[in-house]
C-alpha cells in the first residue's frame, strides 16, 4: 500500500510562486509514473501534470503550461510541483497520485486512471 502525503500549500497574492512536495511511504516511486491533480467544491478532479518514472517525460493541462513545473527526486521518494505566477483561478485542493502498474498511457490522464491519491494542500490565490 502506497501513502502519499502532500504539503507546501498557502494563501499567496497573484504573482507569486509555491513549491508543492508530495512525500511518498509503503513503496518506492521509483517506475512509476506521478501525477498532481486540482479539485474546488462542486467540480471534478482536474489532471494538472504527469511525470514519467524516469522523470523524463513530463506533460502538463493547457492552463497552466509554462508557469507550472512537476519533477521528482526518486532518492527521496518524493515529487514536487512548481506553481509560478499564480491566478485566482489556480485556487483549489491540489493532489498527487500513483498508479499500481509501471506505465500509464495518455493523454488525456483522468482521475480513474490513478490508484492511490494523498489528502491534498489547499492553494489560495488572491486577486
Known amino acids: 500500500q502506497v501513502q502519499l502525503v502532500e504539503s507546501g500549500g498557502g494563501l499567496v497574492q497573484a504573482g507569486a510562486s509555491l513549491r508543492l512536495s508530495c512525500a511518498a511511504s509503503?513503496?518506492?516511486?521509483?517506475?512509476?509514473?506521478m501525477a498532481w491533480f486540482r479539485q474546488t467544491p462542486g467540480k471534478e478532479r482536474e489532471f494538472v501534470a504527469t511525470?514519467?518514472?524516469?522523470?523524463?517525460?513530463?506533460y502538463y493541462a493547457d492552463s497552466v503550461k509554462g508557469r507550472f513545473a512537476i519533477t521528482r527526486d526518486n532518492a527521496k521518494n518524493t515529487v514536487y510541483l512548481q506553481l509560478n505566477n499564480l491566478k485566482p483561478e489556480d485556487t483549489a485542493v491540489y493532489y498527487c497520485?500513483?498508479?499500481?502498474?509501471?506505465?500509464?498511457?495518455?493523454?488525456?490522464?483522468?482521475?480513474?486512471?490513478?490508484?492511490?491519491w494523498g489528502q491534498g494542500t489547499q492553494v489560495t490565490v488572491s486577486s
Open positions: 497520485a500513483t498508479t499500481r502498474n509501471t506505465y500509464i498511457t495518455g493523454p488525456p490522464y483522468n482521475a480513474g486512471m490513478w490508484d492511490y
Open positions: 509503503g513503496r518506492t516511486i521509483i517506475n512509476y509514473p
Open positions: 511525470i514519467s518514472e524516469s522523470g523524463k517525460a513530463t
